[in-house]
């Protein structure tokens, strides 16, 4: 490692007329669309400058080459300083620039890739230190690559404790290609920051967290060159750096003052302007150009299929949640960049049994469920790996905010959910997710798939490995016969249709542990003399309308749905919008309802109504 060099007065001086600059950009911008953030972007202008004119390495031409530095701006209200970084760095005119939250324009007020130069949506705050980490893990140890990656985190935003489960988790995995910084601006939006300018207890709280710490003057060019340079002296450990500013820097009359958050300046810019262009000694522009990364990150293999086709005997009884693992184990003999991750339920997911075949490519995450959704998302962009999250399908219901962000993230992460529904059992209600299909489907980007056997499930964990945006397996822990042919072919969408009989009177749709009570109902009523049609849909979001809409004119417009999940949201509310068109059908849908409680999973089903008894006791009354 080369010592450190101090910038010349010329350079400092040439990086304090940026910070400047970009001050001047933040104004404009917000003053030409009447919103945004323009003091929120003061605090933060210096650090911007040395980031993007001095430290991270990146090429304009190609912003999310593989080989460049990561850049994320968790406090992403401070879109504006980011958008004028980029301009200045000559990505497009600095004109663009006043395009700001235009309906036709990409620039956004927070930032959303859309834009070329973006990775991940922030805006809703404490995300992008997970962002970061998972970014930051997938250089070290997957890409095993040079490049750095940066993240600017506001104070206020410190508040959120997704902020500090990805700082245990950097620490812990010793990423010491990864800095924070904290823009300690003292101000929040109604209130001042809970410690504001307290940068010793920030210091003290990041130590304790494992953190390699600088605590700077975040206006002080200099000061910030010479913490990000040590920063890449320090090995297994990440750095953070507490920078303290000022909210509305270089603004008179508005600098460190309350009640300007989110405003434009209106009648106050221009003067706020003239007295920062006052600070600029440059005349013809800065002439600070970003340095190239030094090596080069070669492209991966995106795609993948399962190494050897599923081996199973119909009837064998097995769980979904276990053939989860073994279609991890196949793809991940398909493709190196397979990357399998979960919460500390490794054991219960089965993820276990890619972590076993694949050390090397299976992160823990541990208890810290949002920051596992980050991490995935992190690790997944620039398209560095093929991720799979998984953990109890009822905790990434605590997540909903981070995936809803991952869908304006344009993210392709594939979450499993495990121990769905009632039927998980004695465990009770408290790791039952019963909201879990509703969450998903209101996701926009996303596909749910409900595989109800081994077969199924292996494919479903196949073709979600291929498609783009957001993924929902939602698997299950009690073990099921298998139903199909090892070589049957799946795509989303497309129901299956898996007891028929001549004449069919009622059309039954289950979903998992469901579709195999449809089919003991089906049984039993044949021998009564009544015909049903049992229709698993495989997928809930996309929903086979089609299929659907074919038994349902067949059986007379007689529906019955059966599932493991509350009705608000379920199988019975997707089908019934995919029948919404038709006439004269009529939905009956068997849902959990109210609280469940510990029993055993027969005796659950039985008491809300969604076991085979259930099914032939509303078929009988439906005809």
Known sequence: MAEYHRPDSKKLQSMRDVANRLRIHSINATSASNSGHPTSCCSAAEVMAVLFFHEMKYSVKAPRDAANDRFILSKGHAAPVLYAAWAEAGLFPVEDLLKLRKIDNDLEGHPTPRLNFIDVATGSLGQGLSIAAGMAYTGKYFDKAEYRTYCLIGDGESAEGSIWEAMNFASHYKLDNLVAIFDVNRLGQSDPAMLEHDTETYRKRAEAFGWNTYVVDGHDVEALCKAFYDATTVKNKPTCIVAKTLKGKGIPGIEDLMGWHGKPLGDKAAAAIEAIQSNIKSTNGHGLCPALPTSEVKPIEMSVKLAEPPNYNKGDKVATRVAYGTALVKLGKDNPRVIAMDGDTKNSTFSDTYRKAFPDRYVECYIAEQNLCGIAMGAACRDRAIVFASTFAAFWTRCFDHIRMGAVSQTNVNFCGSHCGISIGEDGPSQMALEDIAMFRTIPTATVFYPCEAVSAERAIELAANTKGICFIRTSRPATPVLYSNDEPFQAGKAKIVHDAENPQVTVVGAGVTVHEAITAAEKLAAEGINIRVIDPFTIKPMDAE????????????????????????????????????????????????VPRSGKPAELLEMFGINANAVIKAVKEMI
């Not at 999940?565 to 068997?590: I, Q």
């Open 547 to 594: 299929t659907l809409a074919e038994s349902a004119r067949k059986t007379g417009g007689k529906v019955i749905t059966v599932e493991d999940h509350y009705p608000e949201g379920g199988v019975g509310e997707a089908v019934a919008g995919a029948l919404s068109t038709l006439p004269n059908v009529t939905v009956r849908r068997l849902a959990v309802t109210g």
